[in-house]
């Protein structure tokens, strides 16, 4: 039996009533846990609803290890969020998130650091109403997490190399793009959310930033594949 922290990744209805449900969990990584009759049930503790995209949740959930789907036997809302399920554009800012982590955390180990990021990171967004940049940051400080955040003792050269991770004076492969979203890209390193959100962005600025970032992720995630969400965020932000 576990008792842990976790965020709602991602939830698949399964049959008729039964939902299968993936959580990052602080104490134990991604677990992957079997609801049955969550669907239909309208008496049980445990409710649908808590499985929303990126829910922050205190669970019970027994973790026998025998290879099959383990379950969570009781479950609540941590922190209730005020706007992050109802304002339209922070509703989409949640899909591509979730598709994002769906695709980046693959591990079954504890990662408290990362757990913490996010969980800082959503009520974070939960709270603030300038949040044009925050895709950007988000995956930026998020490279952090998973190991391959950019090298920033060369700053001053005028190519990223998005296989290596640094900035270099001189093209030596494909991978390396120059431009003005990578002097703009420049100005999120290190930066805090606040901050970052003065960062002043015109439309194709930011579209091209998010779309490099996204390829950087491929270069550096093995599996990693680009957000079926991202084609709503890009009609949002454009």
């Known amino acids: 039996m576990i008792k842990s922290s976790a965020i709602v990744l991602h939830s698949l209805r399964y049959g008729e009533a039964d939902l299968i449900v993936t959580l990052f ?24 609803s808590l499985f929303q995209p990126l829910m922050l949740l205190e669970i019970e959930a027994s ?3 025998k290879g099959t789907l383990e379950r969570i036997k009781e479950a609540r809302v941590s922190t209730p969020y005020t706007t992050l399920h109802t304002d339209f554009v922070k509703s989409a800012l949640v899909f591509f998130i979730s598709d994002i982590l769906k695709n980046s955390i693959r591990e079954e180990e504890t990662n408290i650091d990362l757990f913490e990021y996010l969980e800082t990171a959503l009520l974070w967004l939960d709270s603030h109403n300038n949040i ?8 930026i400080k998020l490279t952090q997490y998973l190991g ?91």
């Open 25 to 48: 969990t602080k104490t134990s990584g991604l677990q992957t846990y079997m609801q049955k009759g969550v669907l239909k049930s309208k008496k049980g503790k445990i409710r649908s």
């Open 63 to 65: 973790h026998k290890n």
């Open 132 to 139: 044009g940049n925050f895709h950007i940051t988000f995956l």
């Open 148 to 238: 391959f955040y950019p090298d920033i003792s060369h700053t001053e050269s005028e190519y990223f190399n998005m296989q290596d991770g640094v900035f270099q004076s001189t093209e030596t492969t494909i991978y390396c793009v120059k431009g003005a979203h990578i002097l703009r890209f420049k100005q999120f390193l290190g930066t805090t959310f606040e901050d970052s959100m003065n960062i002043k962005l015109s439309k194709p600025l930011r579209s091209s930033i998010l779309t490099m970032l996204l390829v950087y992720f491929e270069l550096h995630l093995h599996g990693f594949k680009k957000p079926k969400s991202l084609s709503v965020l890009n009609e949002i932000f454009n």
